[in-house]
């Protein structure tokens, strides 16, 4: 190895060892920390955060990779040195064009925005989250103003997320997604009966769903050894290392939800304990986008864990866990109701169809609140008119609408078109992956999931970031990202519920 | 304020903050952290600490010391900024001469030797943990070598912890407190029988001993919003600021010395707690030494925690947390077995008294260790020899042994001896603390802990490390150290409870 590689090396493992201190200190904010902590831990952020972009966007960073460019010419583009290098000069040349102080305070003023979000959440006060937003937006404005002017504001942030997708592509993409979804949704709302979902609703003791997720998750390949979930308000999955793995989730009484949420995570969670330990403490030693990373989390919350294979293996155990609940009610009616496509208030909620009307919404807005089309004072005003006329429902107040995620409080704008990119990539895989293991079905069914993690492991998840989403994703299923067969998920699985015509 | 200080004080928040996020990662790997998270979290350490002693040694940092001494000269000696100033000088001048290399080292061996002894602890097996005691022990030598000799090696390391004292000052006064420790022992030895503690052996279901600790620590003034309390192996109390403060502790189902490590910790917590807000992000804010420290965790758990007063107050409700063990036991059979004087195996379960010939036994071998006049191998043997000669206790297994405590796992040699610093310490502020609220009994029992805590605020917490030990002992109590107090607060409680000669 030469020695500028060498010493790239260790510099960047540095800064990788202070981006997952970051990580500690959010997930720990998030998770465990007593709320009079914020302050301080503000500062902590913004602290570790500077430090790691002053070293990151040092001189001696912009040398070793020029040094380093006909050693990488002569590598193997797929080598692992190859992509550090090319990937770190990528991340590079934008990292080094925004101050250090900008960067700094983007990460303490999202920490003291998501203690108070919590407040605001909780006692449903816009008001009171209002400036904290207005500064997270303000310090987005900044940072999109330290980079060449793009096609459109937006593609600056969105490039954060998903790299090398521009707002364009995501419209397009999503305009068709809306095509297919929209006349979907109208078909099935017409036979909005024909699923009953009220044996989801009830009195579900906690620890039991806890004892039953904790079933599904070692099924699953959770392992003590390396992982561990917690509780928190807004569920998410972070990772100190490939073997440090940390879910979130968060329980009702009153319903499952919890269970799919769990799913969510564990499928973050798998994507970051899959990566090649030999990427360990580098850079791409993690999921090479959002958009890559949330096709894990929703096939693992959807595509597996919504599906009848899954529940043939476990209903018996929640009707066990649950039996004055689920113990008459059949293995067909509670498909039918996990799966029931019904509008509504809450994003992480939502079903596989609506879900995604949510995430235009989001997407339309963020533009908006960027480009300052929306004031945001006005923002809960616009969300509840459009979520009445996207999804056609009344919002009661605002911690069941514009303050349900915590997104825009941490300082993310542009994360959540990733979402919908991930559902429509997580039925791209499930088709490839349905070509190869054409078994896949009876797998699940009796609880063998080693095919699928190894499968999912071997064409995605160890290569972490060596590559583009757009390669990474033509190398795992052979084509750039499509709706369609997203589209023709839902259709053949939503048509089969609600008897749609056409359907099998 | 000039400007010079103006940055010190910049420089140096950066670098407690460093220091607290180097907390943060050894309390959740303590707490929280799956086991295959250790190689990583070793990293991570390592990176941190190496940063924090960069920033710290710098040119910078020595230049802006020289160039603040007028202004330093210029002010009251007790003020906040002459106070920064003069102590961070003397931690300048200290940390300088240590490579940071070195000091990286020190802390991702610490982290490996930690995860390691958790499994050694767990299968008493010494023989997995001496390479990483070895480790930490050459270490610890190299680290020595650092800095102008002393007059004992042995300084070097103790100056860490106890800022100031030498290796003879702690002799000469354990020697005193030993002096009259072995005799008192011997005569309760003689008496043995007269307590019986039986009461506090059985079965105590641990949600309810955590229940009632809740309510103890409320009592006490722990309060949600800055404070949290967690399980661990080892107990321990840290702090990521003034106002996130982390209580660990461990129980057993067997007994009720949970009860008791709890209050221990809190003591601590109340510690960093109380540092005036001012000092917060400056070296300033934490305990003034290790000594100090122990002797808040060591009053809190005895003076108040083993006293009739407390009891009093607390007894009726672990009665009823209890009813099958303690319903028929009266209060002052109770208060007798929590005061058992008995030599025991264990440390932090051991009596008062007995406790302090742990500690002797510790500074012993540590001064030896690092001397190289016991090989490590060899440990497990002497330390049982030592402890049949000094407690007349036979070790079974080094899990109740030399493997008990995770100090020298986690590179902390010089650090037992501020214990017994502490015990004897605690005794001279208790006596202050008696003159000052001579209704002081009646208050504990009442559990108004308000005055107490006040003047623990006003006279000790609040100046966190602004003085040096000593000096902090002298503002407190008004003189030096002296072992008198302690000693005749144990032959006045426990000569009440053994009705020794000459006891009230």
């Given at each position: ?45 913004a ?14 960073i912009?040398?070793?990779l ?62 009171l ?11 987005r ?60 609703r ?18 699953f ?73 949330e ?90 008119m ?43 895989i ?6 190869d ?11 063998e ?18 590559f ?37």
């Open positions: 190895m030469p020695r500028a590689l060498q010493e790239l090396k260790q510099r960047l493992a540095e800064i990788v060892d202070l981006g997952k201190v970051a990580g500690l200190l959010a997930w720990d904010q998030r998770t465990m920390m007593a709320p009079a902590g914020a302050p301080a831990r503000a500062e902590q952020l602290t570790v955060t500077r430090i790691a972009h002053e070293k990151f966007v040092s001189e001696e912009g040398r070793l020029e040094e380093l460019r006909p050693y990488e010419e002569s590598l193997d583009y797929d080598s692992d040195a190859a992509s550090l290098i090319r990937m770190t000069r990528r991340d590079y040349e934008k990292a080094r064009l925004v101050p250090t102080e900008l960067r700094a305070e983007m990460s303490r003023s999202a920490a003291i925005a998501l203690s108070v979000w919590d407040e605001a959440r909780e006692t449903s006060d816009f008001g989250f209002l400036p904290h937003l207005e500064r997270n937006v303000e310090l404005r900044r940072y999109v103003a330290c980079f060449a002017k793009a096609q459109e504001d937006y593609d600056l942030l969105l490039d954060d997320y998903e790299p090398g997708m521009t707002t364009a592509e995501v419209r397009a993409v999503f305009h068709e997604l809306k095509a297919g979804l929209v006349p979907l949704i109208a078909e099935i709302a017409e036979r909005a009966d024909a699923v009953d979902d009220s044996c989801l009830g009195s579900f003791p906690v620890e039991r769903q806890q004892a039953f997720e904790r079933k599904v998750l070692e099924s390949g959770f392992s003590p050894r390396s992982w561990r979930i917690d509780e928190t308000v807004h569920p998410f999955a972070s990772s100190m290392s490939s073997d440090d793995i940390r879910l979130t989730t968060r329980h009702h009484e009153t319903d499952l939800s919890a269970i799919f949420a769990t799913m969510h995570e564990f499928g973050h969670g798998l994507y970051e304990h899959g990566v090649d330990r030999a990427l360990e403490r580098t850079p791409l030693a993690r999921g090479a986008s959002l958009g890559l990373h096709s894990q989390s929703r096939m693992w919350e959807n595509l597996i864990g919504r599906g009848r294979p899954f529940w043939r293996r476990f209903y018996p155990e929640l009707q066990e866990a649950f039996p004055e609940q689920l113990g008459s009610v059949d293995l067909e009616t509670f498909y039918r109701a996990i799966n029931k496509v019904q509008p509504s208030l809450i994003r992480i909620e939502a079903d596989e169809a609506t879900y995604n009307l949510h995430i235009v919404l989001r997407f339309e807005l963020e533009q908006e609140m960027l480009a300052g089309r929306v004031a945001l004072a006005d923002l809960p005003e616009v969300w509840n459009r979520m009445r006329e996207y999804l056609g429902v009344d919002v009661p107040d605002d911690a069941h609408g514009v303050l349900q995620d915590m997104h825009w409080a941490g300082g993310s704008i542009g994360y959540f078109p990733t979402y919908s990119l991930g559902n429509i990539v997580s039925a791209q499930w088709e490839r992956l349905g070509a293991l054409p078994d896949l079905d009876e797998q699940i069914e009796r609880g999931l080693g095919p699928l993690r190894e499968w999912l492991r071997e064409r995605l998840h160890r290569h972490g970031r060596k583009m989403p757009k390669e990474t994703l033509e190398r795992v299923v052979g084509g750039p990202i499509d709706p369609r067969p997203y589209l023709r998920y839902l259709r053949s699985k939503l048509g089969e519920i609600y008897g749609l015509p056409g359907s099998r």
